[in-house]
């Protein structure tokens, strides 16, 4: 499966930009700290610079090796530590809800978040009052910090929003949209969502959903409001520059998710960070796997929860089953793992994309990120998941239902659960 961004990149720098010719200066800031939200941008911002078009960009995470005048990044990453400080797989096992979760923590992240981007020495050089810096158009996320949103009042050029991942329900309400607490898209509401639910539990996913949303507006937005003014001056209420969005670029493969109204202003898109190229193996890596007679596991948690994380009595689990199993394993582990099992292979990071498209995979074993989703379709490898945080109860139940996967709770595993669950995604050949 191939996938192309010349259509989205033609009505993004044509038809949104009130331009007649030539190459436009675009303003681009991601300020989530997450690399999984940085990542699916990466292509476009090449893509528009390949095109001839000057970009600034402020993010977490630079692209490297790029040098040109015509690319200019901001590196605001001096504040990562603070969502590090999250620990998503033990909120998991303490039974916490992701709304919950963003309740006591994502949101005073998101004000650090917001206040590291607004006080960048190189962004402040920009928007300062004197500053005689233009752009043409704003590009950025679209997520929990619309305290950003003030640049584009300050340059007075339309606001592009891009999301890594389906809407949140605040900002769909906001926009106009359908907030539906029962829907099976709606990701927030993790497990809880299906057809047919009973009355209490569509109840109570209502009274959930909408207290949340009268948290956005009464407690996030007067709150970011005040941030943005603090470096701006007076601005319209950010709500309404929110509501003015002229177009919004999320990432999510229409096929693969549950059918409901889309907004007119919202062009989806998928998989943009499949690389062309993939990055080589460490020789001791691909020696390990090249020799993986029967075929090899892929373990990973992702880039915001932590193998090293989970219970003791939980890694314990693992590495009995992998010891049984007649297959190596490649496991995502941040920390020295004494006592591991001979058929197992640890690293704090992996080329993952170059892993998956190895031709003696069997299983990739994740945590139901929307990148790792998108990447193990593309290279056709079956998943087992165990979601953590966000979006991943929903994606993983989509490639279960799918039938690309199987979907099982980390928090109350069994060891001949997983065991049983690896051999038939492994064997069975449906």
């Not at 949101?107 to 917001?114: F, Q, S």
């Not at 997520?143 to 584009?152: D, E, G, K, R, W």
Request: glycine fraction near 6%; proline fraction near 6%; hydrophobic fraction near 40%.
């Amino acid at each position: 499966m191939k996938h192309h961004l010349p259509s989205l990149l033609f009505v993004l720098c044509v038809l949104y930009i009130a331009k007649q010719s030539g190459c436009y200066k675009i303003l681009a800031i991601v300020p989530s700290s997450s690399y999984s939200h940085q990542i699916p941008y990466r292509r476009l911002w090449l893509e528009l610079h390949k095109r001839g078009h000057e970009v600034v960009l402020a993010t977490w995470y630079p692209i490297p090796n790029i040098k040109s005048p015509n690319f200019t990044q901001i590196d605001i990453s001096q504040y990562y530590g603070t969502i590090k400080k999250l620990d998503f797989v033990q909120n998991r096992f303490e039974g916490k809800r992701w709304l919950d979760i963003v309740k006591e923590n994502m949101l005073p992240v998101t004000k650090v978040i917001a206040e590291t981007v607004l006080n960048s020495t190189e962004l402040r050089k920009l928007y300062a009052p004197e500053s005689n810096a233009t752009f043409d158009v704003y590009l950025t996320e679209f997520l929990f910090v619309p305290a950003t949103y003030a640049f584009a009042h300050r340059f007075n050029v339309p606001i592009i929003g891009l999301s890594s991942f389906g809407l949140i329900g605040f900002n769909e309400h906001a926009l106009g949209g359908l907030v539906l607490p029962s829907h099976e898209y709606t990701w927030e509401m993790e497990d809880n969502t299906g057809t047919n639910l009973p009355f209490l539990k569509r109840l109570r996913n209502f009274v959930y959903m909408w207290y949340t949303i009268y948290y956005y507006y009464h407690a996030l937005i007067p709150d970011q409001q005040k941030l943005a003014e603090k470096y701006f001056g007076p601005l319209p209420p950010m709500l309404d520059v929110l509501k003015n969005v002229s177009l919004l670029f999320i990432n999510q493969a229409d096929v693969m998710i549950a059918a409901r109204p889309k907004l007119p202003n919202i062009i989806t898109y998928t998989s943009s960070h499949i690389e062309k190229k993939l990055t080589p193996l460490h020789k001791n890596l691909q020696a390990f796997l090249d020799g993986a007679t029967n075929g090899f596991i892929y373990f990973s948690l992702g880039s915001n929860a932590r193998s090293a994380s989970l219970p003791l009595e939980i890694r314990r689990m693992f590495c009995d089953v992998f010891t049984k199993l007649p297959y190596r394993v490649v496991w995502k582990f941040e920390e020295d793992f004494p006592g591991k099992p001979d058929n197992v292979y640890i690293g704090k990071w992996f080329p993952q994309q170059t892993i998956l498209a190895h031709p003696n995979i069997k299983l990739f074993i994740y945590q139901g990120g929307l990148q790792s989703s998108e990447e193990t379709v593309h290279y056709g490898v079956p998943v087992l998941g165990f979601a953590i945080l966000a979006d991943q109860d929903y994606q993983v139940a989509r490639m279960e239902a799918l039938g690309i996967g199987k979907y099982l709770e980390i928090t109350t595993l069994k060891k001949d659960e997983l065991e049983n669950a690896i051999t038939e995604l492994i064997t069975n050949k449906k």
